[in-house]
T-cell receptor, first 115, second 112 residues
Framework: AQSVAQPEDQVNVAEGNPLTVKCTYSVSGNPYLFWYVQYPNRGLQFLLKYITGDNLVKGSYGFEAEFNKSQTSFHLKKPSALVSDSALYFCAVRVPSGGSYIPTFGRGTSLIVHP | DVKVTQSSRYLVKRTGEKVFLECVQDMDHENMFWYRQDPGLGLRLIYFSYDVKMKEKGDIPEGYSVSREKKERFSLILESASTNQTSMYLC???????????FGPGTRLTVT
């Protein structure tokens, strides 16, 4: 089955330290990959996407993600974490459905940034 | 900015009631989606719509139906609410196949 996996339910990091939230994918063909963030009691917000081109993708709020085809990964990164980055993060991949494509989401990773 | 609105933030209904959740987007997006979000399970797709009057089942359509009579509006219907439908419901829209989704704030539905 075509899918994404987020191997960590929770990631803890100290403010100011670099953070990584992991995502691996399993799709046939070229993957279209996305990261979203969800703050408490809110809907999801788009952070960034990889369609083609440069393997390092920059997005909102200082986040970036690195596409690695050989490792089938698309990890989300930030050089210096803020307490306000604490939220739920979802990785998603586009998968075929009938004559179209729909997004399939991972289960989410809770990021906790400690002061 | 794209805006996706949902009719209610919080809703409490009784078992057996018919429940309507409405979603409206203001950017002329073709595709619209309904998800439910449960702890530990992530987002699960209930139904999606490619365009007006078109709908496709997602991963968990049982107990739900949808309606899309106008491009900007996508309704989720629980014909006879049950307690296992207590959840957060998220609506999203998307311009076309390769683009990111825009989500509404969610409706937290409690069925008692």
């Amino acid at each position: 089955a075509q899918s994404v996996a987020q191997p960590e339910d929770q990631v803890n990091v100290a403010e100011g330290n670099p953070l990584t939230v992991k995502c691996t994918y399993s799709v046939s063909g070229n993957p279209y990959l996305f990261w979203y963030v969800q703050y408490p009691n809110r809907g999801l917000q788009f952070l960034l996407k990889y369609i083609t081109g440069d393997n390092l993708v920059k997005g909102s709020y200082g986040f970036e993600a690195e596409f690695n085809k050989s490792q089938t990964s698309f990890h989300l990164k930030k050089p210096s974490a803020l307490v306000s980055d604490s939220a739920l993060y979802f990785c998603a991949v586009r998968v075929p459905s009938g004559g179209s494509y729909i997004p399939t989401f991972g289960r989410g990773t809770s990021l906790i940034v400690h002061p | 900015d794209v805006k996706v609105t949902q009719s209610s933030r919080y809703l409490v209904k009784r078992t057996g009631e018919k429940v309507f959740l409405e979603c409206v987007q203001d950017m002329d997006h073709e595709n619209m989606f309904w998800y439910r979000q449960d702890p530990g399970l992530g987002l699960r797709l209930i139904y999606f719509s490619y365009d007006v009057k078109m709908k496709e089942k997602g991963d968990i359509p049982e107990g739900y139906s949808v309606s899309r009579e106008k491009k900007e509006r996508f309704s989720l219907i629980l014909e006879s609410a049950s307690t296992n439908q207590t959840s957060m419901y998220l609506c999203a829209s998307r311009l076309t196949l390769t683009y990111e989704q825009y989500f509404g704030p969610g409706t937290r539905l409690t069925v008692t």
